[in-house]
């Protein structure tokens, strides 16, 4: 009766050490299933890095883009700049030169005023000299006029001058705001 007994004892042991295997079995699968679930969430996520990590590419390449746009507008900011600078230099230059070519006339009108007082001076006691005194007269007159037109002259050109560098100085304070702004994007590129 003992020996039965035994293997009754035997046997429920191993379908005891059957169960405890096969569970260990499904906890095996289960914990394999885990593992490749992870493997394949862990793919996924090197994939959105690597996206991420491309789109990261793309921004850089687009900021490198706009920071070279930045660049030329800033250049070409700097040419016109320069530009400006020199139209500025070349509209002082061209008012000076109406300036003397202003004093030079008033010298002519100075001297043709003297020569006409002369004139006079000499028409009074030259009365045999009349005819040639009356012409000269004429002439001094004559001369007189024409200086007058050339001062007029000068002086419409100089108001012109003023006006051109008016102009100048405009276009230079355009260029000055525009490399401001030419900068302003430059630093906001960085």
Not at 113 to 129: D, E, G, I, Q
Not at 156 to 180: A, D, E, T
Request: net charge positive.
């Amino acid at each position: 009766r003992g020996e039965p007994s035994l293997s009754v004892r035997n046997l429920v042991l191993c379908v005891k050490k059957l169960v405890l295997s096969v569970r260990n079995l499904v906890l095996g699968v289960n914990n394999f299933v885990l593992s490749v679930r992870n493997l394949v969430l862990s793919v996924k996520n090197l994939v959105l890095h690597v996206k991420n990590l491309v789109l990261t590419v793309r921004n850089l390449g687009l900021s490198v883009r706009n920071l070279d746009l930045s660049v030329r507008n800033l250049g070409l900011s700097v040419r016109n700049l320069v530009l400006s600078v020199k139209n500025l230099v070349l509209s002082v230059k061209d008012l000076v030169l109406r300036v003397r070519n202003l004093v030079l006339s008033v010298r002519n009108l100075v001297l043709s005023v003297r020569k006409l007082v002369l004139s006079v001076k000499n028409l009074v006691p030259s009365v045999r000299n009349l005819v040639p005194s009356v012409k000269n007269l004429v002439l001094s007159v004559r001369n007189l006029v024409l200086s007058v037109r050339n001062l007029v002259l000068s002086v419409k050109n100089l108001v012109l001058s003023v006006k051109n560098l008016v102009l100048r100085v405009r276009n230079l304070v355009l260029s000055v705001r525009n490399l401001v702004l030419s900068v302003r994007k430059l630093v906001l590129s960085v």
